[in-house]
């Protein structure tokens, strides 16, 4: 099989078999294709895309080219929870202690962030001493004792996808959704949930800026997952404004506990008891309308507080930090970000509020950047609220003064203000089960 066959096939519009799909991504792993031939199949896949029998293919391989984590010690329905990428999303902090509090064990592998974006491992390192390299044995534990462990990706995992990425990202092949979807659904299906719940974020912070190719997606990911034989269930959910109150990790760590703590903001709240109902739905808990009852009564009973203040401590992490958040170190510097005039908020525009997060220090432009755990936002307004001419729209941390002028400048160019409220969507746009 030779590769220039399998490229030229792809170009013409033919349909890839299993067998040429998996010998492209076996042999690139194995360094055997030259990235030059590896990036014309993936632009040729960008342009003339791929049937789902060819994604689920490319998905597989991915999942199969490394080493699998052995959960082999971990008892019971295992549950996970995806998102494709947002700003100020810390709804997995939420969701998973819920989730564990209600008996269902959620062993979580998950990322850092990149960009604009955050990422789970990020967040929960903002906690003093809190350990994201586990072994597996020690993962095991954890998640019997407590419900809940989360740790970083291995570098064996799914080998393929840091491979392939790393080469779309330079040559202008990301936005393709086969590509999309088979590689957060190859690292998904590598870790072997029985069940997994993806919340594909959807406007200007997210990858993908329509309802319409969300929802694409969104069935993409459904459908691969249901033909490696997971339960799933997606939710296209708004990503034009930052969710919640906070961007920068410990701020967004701070926001979960008080949110489990009952004091958190609303969009926060309802998306987490959303995405909290399904995955208790997945692992047959009851309806989605018994299981999201279940999740509020988690969250005012305070065992799913409970339940992230031990996870910490069982990572090595300060659990006391999570009971009073008012504990976590603040930033350096602090400036406010004023209205230059009075108006409705119609827009926040999520990436730049990312972006302005990221130039604090909260975030890694390069996957080597240092990061500040205490840098980041606090939006004070948010899209919809009426602002008066000087009052604060955003309180901004950061390590270093000079940090702050730029971050100011990209917030002012990221808000938008009117005379009249905006059209609001709701947060919750779509679910595909
Ligand atoms: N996240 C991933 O893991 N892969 C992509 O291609 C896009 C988002």
Not at 74 to 82: M, N
Not at 196 to 210: P, Y
Request: proline share 3%; with cysteine; charged share 25%.
């Amino acid at each position: 099989m030779r590769m220039y066959d399998i490229i030229q096939k792809k170009k013409r519009g033919g349909v890839l078999t299993d067998e040429e799909i998996s010998a492209f991504v076996s042999g690139y792993v194995r360094e055997e294709i030259p990235d030059y031939q590896a990036a014309a199949l993936l632009m040729a896949i960008c342009f003339v895309g791929m049937t789902p029998e060819e994604t689920a293919a490319l998905t597989f391989a991915i999942r199969d080219s490394g080493e699998k984590p052995d959960f082999g010690a971990i008892s019971g329905f295992r549950v996970d929870k995806h998102s494709t990428g947002g700003v100020g999303d810390k709804t997995s902090l939420v969701a998973a202690p819920i989730v564990a509090a209600l008996g269902v064990k959620v062993a979580k592998m998950s990322g850092r962030g990149l960009g604009h974006t955050g990422g789970t491992i990020d967040k929960l390192e903002a906690i003093r001493g809190f350990r994201t390299d586990l072994s597996a044995a020690e993962f095991a534990a954890v998640v019997n004792r407590v419900g809940l462990a989360v740790t970083g990706q291995s570098r064996t995992l799914a080998p393929a996808d840091r491979k392939l990425y790393a080469l779309r990202d330079v040559t202008a092949t990301v936005d393709s959704i086969p590509l999309i979807a088979s590689s957060i659904m190859g690292k998904k299906l590598a870790a072997d949930d029985d069940g997994i719940v993806l919340d594909v974020k959807c406007g200007s912070g997210a990858f993908m800026k329509t309802e319409e190719e969300s929802m694409v997606l969104a069935k993409t990911m459904v459908d691969i997952g249901k033909r490696a034989g997971k339960k799933m269930l997606a939710f296209v959910t708004d990503m034009d404004r930052p969710l919640g109150r906070t961007i920068g990790n410990s701020l967004e760590v701070a926001e979960a506990a008080e949110t489990l703590a009952g004091k958190g903001p609303d969009d926060l709240l309802s998306l987490s008891l959303e995405l909290s109902a399904a995955m208790l739905s997945l692992a047959g808990k009851g309806s989605l309308e018994e299981c999201r009852k279940a999740a509020e009564d988690a969250v005012k009973s305070g065992i799913a507080l409970e339940t992230l203040a031990a996870m910490t401590e069982a990572q090595g992490g300060e659990a006391s930090w999570i009971l009073d958040p008012t504990r976590f170190p603040k930033a350096r510097c602090r400036a406010a970000f004023c209205a230059p005039q009075s108006g409705y908020l119609v827009h926040t525009d999520a990436e730049g509020y990312g972006r302005a997060a990221l130039a604090l220090g909260a975030g890694r432009a390069r996957l080597d950047d240092h990061i500040y755990p205490a840098a980041g936002i606090t939006l004070l307004a948010k899209t919809g609220d009426f602002v008066k001419a000087g009052e604060c729209v955003a309180l901004l941390d950061s390590e270093e003064e000079a940090r702050l002028d730029d971050a100011k400048a990209i917030l002012a160019a990221s808000t938008r203000y009117g005379d009249a409220p905006p059209v609001s969507r709701p947060l919750l746009l779509a679910c595909v089960e």
